[in-house]
C-alpha cells in the first residue's frame, strides 16, 4: 500500500515562500512509476489542482492561480516530490496534500493527509 506523507507546511506572511514535500513509500512500484500531483482545499471550496509532474520530470503542469511562481519537482532517487511557492498570498490558504497517479491510471490512486498552509497579512 503506497504511503503518502506531506510536510513543511505552516505560517507563512503575505509575500513570503515556503516548500512542502511529500514523502513516498510502500509501493510495489518504484516512485517513478508514478505521476505525482499537488492539490490544495481551502475551507468551504473544492478541492483543486495546483500542480503535477510526469514520472520523469520531464512534464510539469500549473495552475493559473500558482503559475509563474511555484515549481513542482522530484527527487526519484528520494522517492520525494516537492512544491516550491512563493510571493504567497491569503488566498494560498488551504490544506495542501500530495497524490500518485500509476503509469496505467487515468485518476490518482493514492492520497496523503495533507499540511495546512496559512498565510497570513
Known amino acids: 500500500q503506497v504511503q503518502l506523507v506531506e510536510s513543511g507546511g505552516g505560517l507563512v506572511q503575505v509575500g513570503g515562500s515556503l516548500r512542502l514535500s511529500c514523502a513516498f513509500s510502500?509501493?510495489?512500484?518504484?516512485?517513478?512509476?508514478?505521476?505525482m500531483g499537488w492539490f490544495r482545499q481551502a475551507p468551504g471550496k473544492e478541492r483543486e489542482i495546483v500542480a503535477a509532474?510526469?514520472?520523469?520530470?520531464?512534464?510539469?503542469v500549473y495552475a493559473d492561480s500558482v503559475k509563474g511562481r511555484s515549481t513542482i519537482s522530484r527527487d526519484n532517487a528520494k522517492n520525494t516530490v516537492y512544491l516550491h511557492m512563493n510571493s504567497l498570498k491569503p488566498e494560498d490558504t488551504a490544506v495542501y496534500s500530495c497524490?500518485?497517479?500509476?503509469?496505467?491510471?487515468?485518476?490518482?490512486?493514492?492520497w496523503g493527509q495533507g499540511t495546512q498552509v496559512t498565510v497570513s497579512s
Open positions: 497524490a500518485a497517479k500509476f503509469v496505467a491510471s487515468i485518476y490518482y490512486n493514492y
Open positions: 510502500g509501493s510495489g512500484h518504484t516512485f517513478d512509476s508514478y505521476a
Open positions: 509532474i510526469s514520472w520523469s520530470g520531464g512534464t510539469t
